[in-house]
């Protein structure tokens, strides 16, 4: 069913304390923590608890829960002090994307360039 918990799934892990992360914020419906692989200074990843496979499937079954992702977003770059920032939702393998649980990468600290790459 659409937000249950995927067994095969790296964040439903995290979110689960199974797989270790480290966090940065966490509210009732989302988790923030480091990448493991961070690009700039600030590279953070906000992703909800349920679990959804990328942005526009959160947004179509669970708005309210897309609009926490996007606040605890500017939350996150406000903690770490970025004046900017960048949140990015890679989807599709062909775009990036790795891990099938919904995730806002929120990249700070460092020029970035427009168009991205
Ligand atoms: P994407 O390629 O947009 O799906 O983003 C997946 C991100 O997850 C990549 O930037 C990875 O570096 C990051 N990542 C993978 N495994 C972990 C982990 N165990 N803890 C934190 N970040 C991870
Ligand atoms: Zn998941």
Excluded at 39 to 66: C, E, N
Excluded at 68 to 90: C, Q, T
Aim: glycine share 8%; aromatic share 6%; with cysteine.
């Amino acid at each position: 069913m659409a937000g249950e918990p995927q067994a095969d799934c790296l964040f439903c892990k995290i979110v689960a304390g199974e797989v270790p992360a480290t966090l940065v914020r966490e509210t009732e419906t989302t988790v923030a923590f480091r990448d493991i692989n961070p690009q700039a200074p600030t590279h953070v990843l906000v992703i909800p608890k349920a679990h959804y496979p990328d942005v526009a499937s959160l947004a179509a079954a669970a708005p309210q829960l897309a609009a926490d992702v996007a606040k605890e977003a500017g939350r996150v770059a406000a903690e770490d002090g970025a004046e900017a920032y960048r949140l990015v939702f890679n989807t599709g393998s062909a775009a990036g994307q790795t891990v099938f649980h919904v995730h806002g990468h929120v990249l700070a600290g460092r020029g970035l360039q427009w168009p991205p790459g």
